[in-house]
C-alpha cells in the first residue's frame, strides 16, 4: 500500500493528499494546547503516546495569510499523527475526505517536510 494516499479537508475546503505510508495515526476530537508566542503555522501541541507532539495547522500551510487566531477557537474534528524529519507531528485538519490507492487528480499534494518544519 505504498502508493496510497489520504486526502484531507481544511477548514476552508481546500483538498491536499499526504502519502499514506506517513500516517501513523488518527486522532478523532483530540485535545490540543495552544502555545503563546509559538512559530506561525503551529496550532499547538498534544499528547500523543505520552510524548508531547506539535499540531501544525494545514490552513496556514495552504495559505500563510490566513487569521491563525481563527484557529485558536477551531475546534479539531481530526489530527493526522505523520512520521517526517524523524519525528512524529500532527496535522490539524478539518476532516479526512478519502483515502485512495490512486493520487486523487484534483487534489494538491504536500511536501510533508516542507509542511512540517518547525
Same mark, same amino acid.
Given at each position: 500500500?505504498s502508493d496510497?494516499?489520504m486526502?484531507l479537508?481544511s =477548514?476552508k475546503?481546500?483538498?491536499? +493528499?499526504? &502519502?499514506l505510508?506517513?500516517v ?5 476530537? &483530540?485535545k490540543?494546547s495552544?502555545l &503563546?508566542?509559538v /512559530?506561525?503555522?503551529?496550532h499547538?501541541v498534544t499528547? @500523543?503516546?505520552g510524548e ?7 490552513? @496556514? @500551510?495552504?495559505? &500563510?495569510?490566513?487569521n491563525?487566531?481563527s484557529?485558536?477557537?477551531? /475546534?479539531? =474534528?481530526?489530527l ?6 524523524? +519525528?512524529d507531528?500532527? $496535522?490539524?485538519a478539518? =476532516? $479526512?475526505?478519502n483515502i +485512495?490507492? /490512486? /493520487?486523487p487528480?484534483e487534489?494538491?499534494s ?5 509542511l512540517?518544519k518547525?
Open positions: 500500500m496510497a494516499w486526502t479537508i =477548514r475546503g481546500k483538498e491536499i +493528499s499526504i &502519502p505510508s506517513q501513523v495515526e488518527v486522532i478523532e476530537s &483530540p490540543v495552544h &503563546p508566542g /512559530k506561525k503555522g503551529v499547538g499528547s @500523543y503516546l508531547i507532539v506539535t499540531v501544525v495547522d494545514l490552513d @496556514y @500551510y495552504l495559505n &500563510p495569510s490566513v491563525q487566531e484557529a485558536l477557537h477551531h /475546534k479539531a =474534528r481530526s493526522i499523527v505523520v512520521k517526517a524529519n524523524g +519525528s507531528t500532527a $496535522i490539524l478539518s =476532516r $479526512i475526505q +485512495s490507492t /490512486k /493520487k487528480i487534489t494538491e504536500v511536501d510533508l517536510n516542507l512540517l518547525h
